[in-house]
Every structure is written in structure tokens, then in C-alpha cells.
């Protein structure tokens, strides 16, 4: 559960997100969050107080290229995303 209610109601494209807060989205530690946007792979942007704040579709295509499911607080259901089909025709 997110400690605190963002500026902007969750399902609004600017909300914006905590280390923090995606770390309690994704059942993750806030490290991780940290060293994945270091990477480049979760992209954000640092306040002039120098804290990290990821946008809501920034999180959201980060999810969905990633293959994991969209938590019910951002809209989704929870469930992971439908493996992608194989074209047909290829070797077995």
C-alpha cells in the first residue's frame, strides 16, 4: 500500500511515484527500483532536491516491455500479461 495519496488521482497520466511507491507497487525494495533507473530501464526524473519521480506511463510501458502485470492501484487486474503467440510456419 502507497504511504501517501499522490497529488493527482492514480488513474491521471501525470501522477507521479516515489522510489517508494513503486517499490510497494511491485513488491519490490526501493534499491531495486533505485538501480533500475540508474540503468536507464525505469525512466524518470530527479526533483532539484535530487529524489527520483517516475511518471505513471513512464511505469506503465516499463511493465508492459517487461512482461509483468499491471498492479489493481495503476488499473490493472494484477494478472500476468498473455504470453505473446508464436508465429506459425517456424520449426518445432
Do not use: C, N, W
Amino acid at each position: 500500500m502507497l504511504k501517501k495519496q499522490p497529488a493527482v488521482a492514480a488513474d491521471h497520466p501525470d501522477t507521479q511515484y516515489t522510489t517508494h511507491d513503486v517499490a510497494a507497487l511491485l513488491q519490490v525494495d526501493p534499491s531495486t527500483v533505485s538501480k533500475t533507473g540508474a540503468r536507464g530501464l525505469l525512466l524518470g526524473f530527479r526533483t532539484p532536491g535530487g529524489h527520483r519521480r517516475i511518471r505513471q506511463p513512464e511505469l506503465l510501458a516499463f511493465l508492459a516491455v517487461h512482461g509483468m502485470p499491471v498492479p489493481p492501484q495503476l488499473g490493472g487486474d494484477g494478472s500476468l500479461p498473455a504470453a505473446p503467440k508464436r508465429a506459425s510456419g517456424g520449426r518445432r
